[in-house]
């Protein structure tokens, strides 16, 4: 993602479920211009996060979130783990244990 970047970008980080690490080089932030923008999600005031919700309900289009998402069955879920370990799969996977 940070290779595909343009000049005078902004790359916002709020998180990374795997750890805190960010394995990258610098060059494409020192190249481009880039600037690295944390998320404060704890300590922002409560406006700006009120504002923030309601932007997300506003702008957000669903139907591209919901593209995102695929939800498959308890019993597929390790054929799933195979394909997002080798890089077949992108998006967000849901495994619905009721299914």
Known sequence: MLAQTRY??????CGLAQGVDLPCSVLPFILRGVTLAG????????????EAWTRLTSDLD???LDAMVTTV??????????????GK??????VDVNR
Request: charged share 25%; hydrophobic share 45%.
């Open 62 to 64: 669903l139907g591209k």
């Open 89 to 94: 799969i992108r998006g967000r996977t849901v």
């Open 73 to 86: 069955g308890l019993e597929d879920a390790p054929d799933v783990a195979r394909s997002i370990l080798t």
């Open 39 to 50: 998320i404060d999600l704890v300590n922002a005031p409560k406006a700006t996060r009120i």
């Open 8 to 13: 005078g970008s902004v790359v916002a980080n």
